[in-house]
């Protein structure tokens, strides 16, 4: 099922560049809304984190448009973004 089905997807809402959206897996995996996804794109900060902070979810304008104040945890693990190191 596709969540983002009859919705604008958190890629559009935000304006993600096609370069980000490639790596992206939130387009990939479009049964999971992306608070739901680890290693997003805007789950990454600048500490190098592993894609797993959620914190800035509960500010976004996707969440707060479609998550209808449902609880923000990670159920798709280890598709996300890498380090390319």
């Known amino acids: 099922m ?9 890629w559009e809402m935000v304006g993600c ?16 809304p992306c608070w739901e996804i680890e290693g997003t794109y805007c789950k990454w900060d600048d500490w190098g984190s592993l894609g797993k ?15 209808m104040g449902g ?3 990670i159920k798709l693990w ?4 890498k380090l390319k190191c």
């Open 71 to 73: 609880a923000i945890e």
């Open 78 to 81: 280890g598709k996300g973004i």
């Open 53 to 67: 902070d959620t914190s800035l979810c509960e500010v976004c304008i996707v969440y707060r448009r479609w998550g």
């Open 2 to 10: 596709d969540f983002w089905q009859g919705k604008m997807p958190c």
């Open 17 to 32: 560049p096609d370069g980000i959206r490639q790596e992206c897996p939130a387009p990939r995996h479009r049964e999971y």
